[in-house]
């Protein structure tokens, strides 16, 4: 597959994600590959498209834990605990938020959702594992593109918090 990598830009329009890293001045290098149709599993498309590690490519997922909605970033080779993300909200239990929701909210379609410039801001939690990467991958609001960002300028742009969420 293709690979085009841009430091702070990428060719052709911007995303949200990519106009709010520009905005706060934060480093980044956009990745973007050719997204096959028939793949369902969008992460491991990504890790396998830009030869990195699966447990450096993280997904974002949106939960719902006592009526409000969460964001989860955990490595695509693993699973969001939602109990763990629960307990690092201080909330009782968390629900996967339905898929329309998720896409009204956040202004991303799934697959291309990305944990960065999202319509509505929702509390976000990031897998302690990132911690062990000096940069990370990321949705960069479409499918076929992931930004590369340090896990520290993705906590602190998302407003986010580390926690152990994947299983």
Same mark, same amino acid.
């Given at each position: ?32 590959? !050719? ?6 599993n ?13 447990? $450096? ?17 955990v ?6 605990d ?27 379609? !799934? ?7 999202? $319509? ?17 991958? !990321? ?29």
């Open positions: 597959m293709a690979k085009k990598k841009r430091t702070g830009a990428q060719a052709g329009p911007g995303t949200p994600a990519t106009v709010a890293l520009t905005a706060a001045g934060i480093p980044y290098t956009a990745h973007a590959y !050719v997204h096959d149709p028939q793949v369902s969008y992460g491991l498309e990504a890790a396998a498209a830009l030869d990195v590690d699966p447990d $450096r490519v993280f997904k974002t997922l949106l939960a719902v834990a006592d009526g409000r909605l969460l964001v989860g970033i490595p695509v080779s693993r699973m969001l939602l109990g763990s993300l629960a307990a690092a909200a201080g909330a009782k239990r968390a629900s996967m938020a339905d898929p329309a929701l998720a896409e009204r909210k956040t202004g991303y379609v !799934v697959g291309g959702i990305s944990p960065l410039g999202q $319509r509505t801001a929702s509390p976000t939690f990031l897998d302690d594992s990132a911690a062990a990467w000096a940069t990370i991958f !990321v949705s960069g609001g479409r499918r076929g593109v992931d930004l590369e960002l340090a896990p520290d300028d993705l906590l602190r742009i998302t407003a986010g918090r580390l926690a152990p969420l994947a299983r």
